[in-house]
């Protein structure tokens, strides 16, 4: 066991005057199976690569144990795939390489197959098993579980569980709490790590959230009350001067020693009230700086004309001569939020591509309601670029409901002047599901849409999606999300 010390920890991009971190201070034992955990944007990746020494920063991180980052960069994914772990791993047993993927269900022929033949699950899997035969090293694993479906994730987390000595960005719930013993997270205003895995930590946080609510409620009251206090005693303290140069109403000279000291004592007493003021205001400006939250929204869809928008029955789907997927029947009615679940190659794109109109080669009987508007959120970002006033125009959406859902999901309004191509992959996909939710149509379509996006997020998408009801079709590996959300699920 050892220490990772972080002391004073300032930094900030070349050109921006907004800091990612500031005079932040925490240690990791190298122990530790860290889940690292905060809004997208808030520099977990950034912090990543200061451990790594990409960047010079302010303060001070000391560690006597090397970093190791996940994902690998593979360049040469024609190669064998024994050849990319060569280059990844110098030393190691054969028969460690095969311990690893025999933990990871990743039968050993794939070695002899080149890399880019694998699947996205094989390729997650392969390069795992390489990070974890560097020794002495402590690992930085940055979303893994991006592509994976259900069944991996499963796999790749009980795998994880069994190791330790790591940082493991993730945004799925359940992958979380099966492999992590700390939670290391970034807020608003402080970097906070607890003991426990996710379900604890969020736990902890909204019990806390729910504590300084009732705080700020209970300060709103006192600052009111006190403050009306400090105005009657000023109000008192003026009238009770004002008689020192008066007579009494029986005609005798007044006691200005006895008026004067009256009104100091009020006037201390009014000071005394404006300083319990402050000290009221000084507490209250400590709470709710944490807050995960923003104004409800409404978002409202399309009515059709009949209950059913499509139906499948007995659809099978083919690529040329391969069977992509066989007799899949069932229907999307108004209301429903249907998850497509499945392994990865079980058709599930496919379908997708099917109900949005694409030329797909099939068999059994498709059908789609005359005149059906679908908005449509794909796992691809890469096209997006310009500045969010410009988008909402060009997609026909009403830019201050579309902004209004992004500044749901935490985007500051400093984002909006950004351009979209350096946002973050988080963020992309929120400017993508804003998109959607914005627009006026039937049915939504999502494939992947959780695809680098933050917990709290995909929690907040949620609650809208359960709240307004949209009618939607969803292809998504986070169980949680789809435990939550789906009314049907449709398994391929």
């Known amino acids: ?141 940055d979303e893994p579980t991006n592509h994976l479906d259900m069944k991996a994730r499963k796999l790749v987390s009980a795998y994880l569980k069994s190791k330790s000595g790591f940082i493991l960005v993730s945004h799925d719930r359940a992958f979380l709490d099966n492999c992590v013993d700390h939670i290391l997270s970034i807020n608003k205003t402080n970097i906070d790590i607890q003991r426990g895995d996710f379900s604890d930590w969020w736990e902890n946080k909204q019990r806390q959230d729910h504590y300084e609510l009732a705080e700020n409620e209970k300060l709103k009251k006192d600052i009111k009350r006190l403050s009306d206090s400090a105005k009657r005693t000023n109000d008192w303290s003026h009238e009770v001067e004002k008689t020192k140069n008066g007579t009494r109403n029986s005609g005798s000279k007044v006691d200005k020693g006895y008026i004067g000291h009256k009104a100091a004592k009020m006037m201390k007493r009014s000071k005394s009230i404006e300083n319990r003021q402050q000290s009221a205001l000084d507490e209250k400006s400590k709470l709710l700086r944490n807050m995960e939250s923003s104004d409800d929204l409404k978002i409202s869809q399309l009515a059709y004309h009949r209950n059913q928008l499509a139906e499948l029955e007995n659809v099978s789907i083919y690529y040329g001569e391969k069977v992509v997927c066989q007799n899949v029947s069932f229907t999307i009615e108004q209301g429903e939020r249907i998850a497509l679940s499945g392994q990865n190659g079980s058709g599930k794109s496919s379908i997708i591509k099917l109900l949005c109109g694409q030329d797909i080669t099939y068999s059994g009987t498709f059908r789609k309601g005359s005149q059906l508007q679908i908005s449509y959120v794909s796992q691809d970002t890469s096209h997006l670029q310009g500045n969010l006033t410009d988008f909402a125009k060009q997609n026909g959406i009403d830019e201050s409901l579309f902004k209004a859902i992004l500044r749901k999901l935490d985007f500051a309004r400093v984002q909006f002047e950004k351009d979209i191509s350096a946002f973050s992959g988080g963020q992309k996909k929120k400017v993508l599901i804003a998109k959607s939710l914005s627009q006026n149509v039937h049915l939504h379509i999502w494939d992947e849409p959780l695809n680098f996006i933050d917990v709290i997020s995909r929690m907040q998408i949620e609650e809208l999606l359960i709240q307004y009801a949209p009618t939607l079709l969803f292809v998504e590996h986070d169980a949680e999300f789809c435990h939550h959300v789906a009314t049907k699920i449709i398994e391929l």
Do not use: C
């Open 1 to 141: 066991m050892s220490l990772i010390q972080v002391t004073n920890l300032t930094f900030a991009y070349d050109g921006s005057y907004d800091y990612i971190f500031e005079d932040v201070n925490f240690q990791i034992d190298t122990d530790w199976k860290l889940g690292f955990t905060g809004r997208n944007g808030r520099g977990k990746t950034t912090f990543l690569n200061l451990l790594l020494g990409k960047y010079e920063y302010s303060g001070h991180i000391s560690a006597n144990v090397s970093f190791e980052y996940f994902p690998f960069k593979v360049n040469n994914k024609g190669h064998n795939t024994i050849d990319i772990i060569n280059d990844i791993v110098a030393d190691y047993q054969h028969w460690e390489l095969m311990r690893e993927l025999t933990l990871l269900k990743v039968s050993e022929d794939v070695l002899y197959r080149s890399f880019d033949s694998l699947s996205n699950g094989e390729q997650t899997k392969v390069l795992l098993a390489a990070l974890f035969l560097k020794e002495n090293s402590f690992l930085l694993i």
